[in-house]
Every structure is written in C-alpha cells, then in structure tokens.
C-alpha cells in the first residue's frame, strides 16, 4: 500500500490548517478523499444566498480535488450535509451542478440533515471520494 499523502487547497485550506490542524485532501494510491467543503470564499465568509453557497462549495470540491491531481470526473461518491431541511431548492441547484460538473455520469450520493456545520453561517457541506486512473 502506497503511503498517504496530505494536500491544502491554497488560500482558506491554508488558514484552516493553521487554525484547525487539518488537510483538505488525502490521497492512497488511486484514491483522493477530500475534507468536507462549504460554500465559503477565502475569507471564510459564506454566501447570503443558498443557491450561491452551494454553487460555491462546488467550486470549492473542484479546487481542493485539483490539488490532489484529481476533478469532478473522478468523483464515485458524494456526501452532502444539510442544515435547515431539503426545501426543493436544494435538490434542484444539487442536481444541477452535479450535471454540470459530472455530465458523463453519475455518481453515488449521501445526504445528510444536521443541526449545525462548521461555521455559524454554513448551510451545506459536500464531500467527495474520486478514483483516479
């Protein structure tokens, strides 16, 4: 078994690894498992609109997957968690984004509603597992 290697998403990876002690991805061998991501923008400050927030933790997965050689066309398996329900919106911005960025398949999907994230604001978090070749 190949040793695991640990990776930062360059810029909020960074200050959450400062102030956290932890990496945003691993990668064994083929596998990359990613830490889960909000809908936060450098600063850590999340997105007013819910849409936008899911938009941008997408964004994010895309970002934090790069740095481990890896993108959403690798991704087998989404976990999402969720705080204040799935009102229609959810699902529909989901599935749209998981056509966008994942037009050639689909993968398997986990979601979860919790009470809290985070970060006070945080209404969804998405983490992924990839295969790369």
């Known amino acids: 078994m190949q040793p695991p290697s640990f990776f930062v998403t360059p810029g909020y ?8 002690h932890y ?8 596998r990359v498992e990613i830490s889960g991501q909000g809908g936060w923008n450098d ?19 895309e970002r934090t997957l ?3 050689g890896a993108s959403w ?3 087998v398996h989404v976990n999402s968690y969720h705080v204040g329900g799935f009102p229609p919106v959810v699902n529909e911005t989901m ?12 993968p398997i ?3 979860v509603g919790v009470e809290a994230l985070g ?8 983490r992924v597992t990839a295969i790369v070749p």
């Open 13 to 20: 990876g960074d200050r959450l690894r400062d102030l956290l």
């Open 23 to 30: 990496s945003q991805a691993v990668r064994i061998g083929d």
């Open 43 to 61: 600063d850590l400050v999340i997105a007013a609109d819910l849409e936008d927030e899911i938009a941008q933790a997408f964004r994010n997965v």
């Open 66 to 68: 790069s740095t481990a």
């Open 73 to 75: 066309a690798n991704v």
């Open 95 to 106: 599935a749209t984004l998981f056509r966008r960025y994942m037009p050639d398949h689909a």
């Open 109 to 111: 999907w986990t979601q």
């Open 119 to 126: 970060l006070p604001e945080m209404r969804i978090e998405i």
